[in-house]
């Protein structure tokens, strides 16, 4: 047959006319979709459990268990009973989404048979580097204080063996894309159970320092990058393969980063943001094994949406930034859903492309709705219809608050489950949260839409503030600030909350003062306004006054650019400051001991 000039090239170049590459963040989507268990045997010991899937993957030559926490020897049983003194040992420990005994927590990929000392010292500590000379040390597992890869802090981690840390990292590679969809969703208000297993928050202090469930990449920074140091250090070995092997003929899925090491650099290491082929993942798969899932009893066709309800800011002629949703099916045949808009709203899978309509295929699956612009301030309402196959219709309802206010930060976008500090991007700039999170309780929380800022009181020890509550931008507001006004209010009722509001003008190296101290009411938000008039790069930092639960809730923070004004006008206006203030002569607030000819207290001063 003769072939095609085009197509003669391609082959012989080695280029796949069937390549399917992705990048990131679609491409954590694609892994989740490809890699899942069909079906996961039962937990603990007996036929058909996880003792038994152990016998296969984890049994040497001589009967005994390959154990990747001590050295002591110990044999299977006939029967594929529980081993004596062995323990299933979860790496993502179950804990961290709150005993959920779901896929994740049977999964033979995270589940690894362990000497039950070992297990029970390691507990659910995060992994690390044990620097503490006096800590637990069987000459396999270390558990002691050492360092935190979260945020390079002193804490009790555990670290494995040498010979078994790329093991390790690579099964945090797995869980981190598999289960990447237990992030930080909103659950249906009324619902629970399996319907929504794929929807559970992180809930643990323990889990958080490993997991950020409002990132794309799922682990936090410091620990994605030991894990990928790790892998190169240890790399796949046989017996790693031979596992895999072993546990797609029980799941009927592989673990993607043991067959493609250099997966993980494109999904956090060097490589994020370029092309991988997915394609290589399918073609990975036995042909061969066939596995059969688990049947629903109930056969019931769920098909749920959320977020139900959405709330975009805009300027005009500008779109908004993307709020993410989620489907979730269950014996939806085929698997996708058809998702349909009009302008000015706009669908996506991949928060690039974007159109009028979209279909994912795929039983959980994300799709990206924005506000694509309109020329005229005011609001703009829309809906998104999606249709699921044997399902009724779920309807979602936007709007957008078109404005020619240059910042407004209502919180709708992004989101934050936990107290535990993490940077959040919103509609108008990147957060750094510290005891505070999203929050939508109408009757406690009181925000203006559907989502605010709750921030909780700081922790001290010893009259030293060991863990702040703020909300800070990370990121600047450029042509400056002209005025600064904000929403807030107590949570539910908490008594005496007082927060502080301070600016920067040099990306957070030095906050001046906007309130030094605001006691705030309780009910509905009041609105909070100041005139900073400020030129160039300003960020606005929120704390907190309290300690323990005096929670303080806020929203739609807006500022205006700067028009010119000066904030030196304001003090001769007679605006009430409080202790020695200092101003350049453009009018722009100094730090205290600024060098150069300054207004002090109303008089030049030149300071060398």
Avoid at 200 to 215: F, I, K, M, Y
């Amino acid at each position: 047959m003769k072939k095609s000039g085009l197509l003669f090239v391609l082959l012989s170049l080695g280029i796949s006319l069937f390549a399917q590459n992705v990048k990131m963040p679609a491409l954590i989507d694609s892994i989740h979709n490809l890699s899942l268990p069909i079906k996961v045997l039962g937990y603990g010991g007996g036929d058909g459990k996880t003792w038994s899937g152990f016998n296969k993957t984890d049994r040497l030559d001589d009967g005994s268990v390959r154990d990747r926490y001590s050295n002591t020897v110990r044999y299977f049983t006939p029967n594929n009973a529980d081993v004596s003194g062995m323990n299933i040992e979860h790496i993502w420990a179950n804990s961290w989404w709150g005993h959920l005994q779901n896929f994740a927590y049977k999964d033979l990929f995270n589940l690894y048979p362990s000497d039950a000392t070992a297990n029970q010292r390691k507990s659910n500590n995060p992994i690390g580097i044990v620097t503490a000379s006096d800590a637990y040390d069987n000459g396999v597992t270390k558990v002691g204080k050492g360092i935190d890869p979260s945020d390079g802090t002193t804490q009790t981690v555990w670290e494995p063996a040498d010979q078994w840390k790329g093991d390790f990292a690579r099964t945090y590679f797995y869980m981190a894309s598999v289960y990447s969809n237990f992030g930080n969703f909103e659950v249906p208000a009324g619902k629970s159970g399996d319907e929504y297993k794929g929807l559970q928050l992180w809930t643990t202090a323990e889990g958080l320092r490993t997991v950020d469930p409002d990132s794309r990449l799922v682990m936090r920074e410091g620990v994605y990058k030991l894990m990928l140091e790790w892998a190169k250090n240890d790399p796949v070995d046989q017996i790693e393969r031979d596992r895999a092997d072993q546990i797609e003929l029980i799941q009927g899925n592989r673990n993607p980063y043991v067959d493609f090491p250099e997966l993980a650099d494109y999904v956090w290491g060097d490589k994020s943001g370029q092309d991988f082929d997915i394609k290589k993942i399918k073609d990975k798969k036995n042909p061969d094994v066939h596995i059969d899932p688990d049947p629903d009893p109930s056969e019931t066709v769920k098909f749920s949406v959320t977020p139900l309800s959405m709330v975009f800011t805009a300027l005009p002629n500008k779109p908004s930034a993307a709020i993410k949703t989620t489907v979730y099916m269950q014996n939806v045949d085929p698997a996708e859903c058809a998702v349909q808009t009009e302008y000015p709203y706009q669908v996506s899978l991949d928060g690039e492309a974007w159109s009028a309509e979209v279909t994912t295929t795929y039983a959980t699956q994300g799709f990206y709705v924005r506000f694509a612009g309109a020329e005229t301030v005011g609001e703009y309402e829309g809906e998104i219809v999606c249709n699921a196959n044997g399902a009724d219709s779920k309807v979602l309802t936007a709007v957008c608050k078109v404005s020619s206010i240059p910042f407004w930060e209502n919180f709708e976008v992004g989101s934050k489950g936990s107290y535990a500090a993490a940077d959040v991007t919103g509609n108008a700039a990147t957060w750094n949260m510290s005891n505070a999170m999203y929050a939508s309780d109408a009757e406690k929380d009181h925000p203006r839409d559907i989502k605010c800022v709750r921030m909780k009181g700081y922790v001290a020890s010893g009259g030293t503030v060991t863990t702040p509550a703020y909300i800070m931008m990370v990121s600047d507001k450029e042509n400056g600030v002209g005025d600064l006004s904000f929403w807030a209010t107590s949570y539910g009722a908490d008594s005496g909350v007082k927060i502080k509001v301070s600016y920067s003008l040099d990306s957070g190296e030095t906050w001046l003062n906007v309130a030094e101290s605001i006691s705030l009411g309780s009910g509905d938000m009041v609105q909070y306004k100041y005139t900073l008039n400020q030129k160039g790069k300003v960020r606005i930092k929120f704390e907190s006054l309290n300690s323990g639960n005096k929670r303080a809730c806020i929203d739609d923070i807006q500022m205006t650019d700067y028009d010119g004004g000066t904030a030196v006008t304001d003090i001769y206006a007679g605006k009430k400051t409080s202790g020695a203030q200092s101003w350049d002569l453009s009018g722009r607030k100094t730090p205290r001991h600024a060098k150069g000819v300054v207004i002090r207290n109303g008089r030049k001063v030149v300071s060398k």
